[in-house]
């Protein structure tokens, strides 16, 4: 059985570049055939997506943020990361993991969250 | 991009009801959608996939139907661990969910 678990920093202060990573246990990144997301919420509102890194190292981004986004997967093929540059408050958010079984489809494996904030 | 919308925001229901949420797609998503339950403090978990085939383990009391623009998740009959937040996703083109509705007890 496959479980994420995302880690990061908590806080982070404006202007400062947002690192998170997603630990897969159960399983690996490049195998399966699986896409791996990020999805973020703010506190108290809706769902976005963010990126996706695929089973072949295939990665797609929200065009909203593309400019700030870099996701990869580590070396030892059973995490992947999320790199933000420039944050601001906005980003303020838990950042969630997630695995599909397409590029475009729907999220049957979620991480519990980590909440970041950013503030000065 | 394709904008979901959920109606209503907030729903108020008892144990026992049944209980409906519609989203509505700015554009035709075939049946490319997903329903999903977030608990306070939680991840969300999929319960509908496809617009219509029940995730693995999920109650029988669920259900999802539509197709092309609008959609709805059913709850035939409210139990007390149903009461959270539901939201739906399409994932034809990207991925973008709706606003959420909140159930919450009458």
């Known amino acids: 059985q496959v479980q994420l678990q995302e880690s990061g920093p908590g806080l982070l202060k404006p202007s400062e570049t947002l690192s998170l990573t997603c630990s897969v246990s159960?399983?690996?990144?490049?195998?399966?055939?699986?896409?791996w997301s990020w999805i973020r919420q703010p506190p108290g509102k809706g769902l976005e997506w963010i990126a996706y890194?695929?089973?072949?190292?295939?990665?797609n981004y929200n065009p909203s943020l593309r400019s700030r986004l870099t996701i990869s997967v580590d070396t030892s093929k059973t995490q992947f990361s999320l790199n933000l540059n420039s944050v601001t408050a906005a980003d303020t958010a838990v950042y969630y993991c997630?695995?599909?079984?397409?590029?475009?489809?729907?999220?049957?494996?979620w991480g519990q969250g980590t909440l970041v904030t950013v503030s000065s | 991009d394709i904008q979901m919308t959920q109606s209503p925001s907030t729903l108020s229901a008892s144990v026992g009801d049944r209980v409906t949420i519609t989203c509505r797609a700015s554009?035709?998503?075939?049946?490319?959608l997903a329903w999903y339950q977030q608990k306070p403090g939680k991840a969300p978990k999929l319960l509908v996939y496809?617009?219509?085939a029940l995730e693995s383990g999920v109650p029988s009391r669920f259900s999802g139907s539509g197709s092309g623009t609008e959609f709805t998740l059913t709850i035939s009959s409210l139990q007390p661990d149903d009461f959270a937040t539901y939201y739906c996703?399409?994932?034809?083109?990207?991925?973008?969910f709706g606003q959420g509705t909140k159930v919450e007890i009458k």
């Open positions: 996703q399409q994932y034809n083109d990207y991925s973008t």
């Open positions: 554009q035709s998503i075939i049946n490319w």
């Open positions: 496809k617009a219509s």
């Open positions: 997630a695995r599909s079984s397409s590029s475009w489809g729907s999220y049957h494996i």
């Open positions: 159960g399983g690996s990144v490049t195998s399966g055939g699986y896409y």
């Open positions: 890194i695929s089973y072949n190292e295939n990665t």
